[in-house]
C-alpha cells in the first residue's frame, strides 16, 4: 500500500484528501507540527503535501523534511495570490507548488503515484 504524509491543520481539508486517499488504497497520515510531520517519515512515504497555509511554520518544515529526506516528491498548495509564498517553497525543496483550486481539482491525479 502507498503512503502519503501531510502538514495541515485543516480539518475539513484534511477529509477531504483522507477519502481521496482511502478511495485509492493509499494510507494517509497527517500532521500539525514540524516535529510530528518529521515523525511520519518512517516507514517511507511515496509523497508529502504541505498546506502552505498551515499556522506552524510549513516552510520551515520543508526545509527540515528536505534536510533528511532528499528523494520524497513533496507538493504544496497555497492560495492563488501568495505568489511570494509560492517562490519560498520552491526554495525549500518543493517539488510543486499549485493553487489550492488546482490541487483539489487534480487530488486523485497527485495522490496515483503513490499507490505503487
Known amino acids: ?3 502519503v504524509v501531510a502538514l ?3 480539518i475539513f481539508f484534511q477529509m477531504k484528501v483522507a477519502e481521496t486517499a482511502k478511495h485509492l488504497g493509499i494510507e494517509f497520515k497527517v500532521a500539525t ?3 510530528a510531520l518529521l515523525d511520519l517519515l518512517e516507514p ?6 504541505v498546506d502552505l497555509n498551515a499556522r506552524n511554520q510549513p516552510i520551515d518544515a520543508i526545509v527540515k523534511l528536505r534536510a533528511t529526506a532528499k528523494d520524497i516528491r513533496v507538493v504544496a498548495f497555497l492560495s492563488h495570490v501568495q505568489r511570494e509564498l509560492a517562490e519560498q ?3 525549500a525543496g518543493c517539488d510543486e507548488v499549485m493553487p489550492r483550486s488546482s490541487f483539489t481539482q487534480n487530488l486523485a491525479e497527485i495522490l496515483s503515484p503513490a499507490k505503487a
Do not use: F
Open 1 to 3: 500500500m502507498g503512503r
Open 8 to 10: 495541515m491543520d485543516d
Open 33 to 35: 507540527t514540524t516535529a
Open 44 to 49: 517511507r512515504p511515496q509523497l508529502v503535501i
Open 89 to 91: 517553497a520552491r526554495n
